[in-house]
Nanobody, 126 residues
Framework: QVQLVESGGGSVQAGGSLRLSCVVS????????MGWFRQAPGKEREVVAT????????YYADSVKGRSAISQDNAKNTVYLQIHSLNPEDTAMYYC???????????????????WGRGTQVTVSS
């Protein structure tokens, strides 16, 4: 049974940083797409960043480009998302997602991912 478990969220002051972790169990990912999404109250879930585990190619949403980094540790079956210069607009529930269909091009829409974690809350105060 594939499970994704996020951690690392919390409450931070504007300008701070966080590193989110997503541990994947029940499956050893290889040449798959992993993504981080977020959803703020009253808003749709949106992509933050994706990584193709085959070659570490990445994508970042404009809202976090230049101040975030998605990475993976194959040995730990873990994907990370580091975000710097946090601002109140980053406040949301952050979800880790996996597309285990061996596609070389990572999607940016939630429906393209077939496994999800329960999320970790990030709250940024001004």
């Amino acid at each position: 049974q594939v499970q994704l478990v996020e951690s690392g969220g919390g409450s931070v002051q504007a300008g701070g940083s966080l590193r989110l972790s997503c541990v994947v169990s029940g499956y050893t990912y290889n040449n798959n797409c992993m993504g981080w999404f977020r959803q703020a109250p009253g808003k749709e879930r949106e992509v933050v960043a994706t990584i193709y585990t085959g070659d570490d190619s990445t994508y970042y949403a404009d809202s976090v480009k230049g101040r975030s980094a998605i990475s993976q540790d194959n040995a730990k079956n873990t994907v990370y998302l580091q975000i710097h210069s946090l601002n109140p607009e980053d406040t949301a529930m952050y979800y880790c997602a996996a597309d285990l269909t061996f596609t070389p091009k990572c999607g940016r829409a939630p429906y393209e991912y077939n496994y999800w974690g329960r999320g970790t809350q990030v709250t940024v105060s001004s």
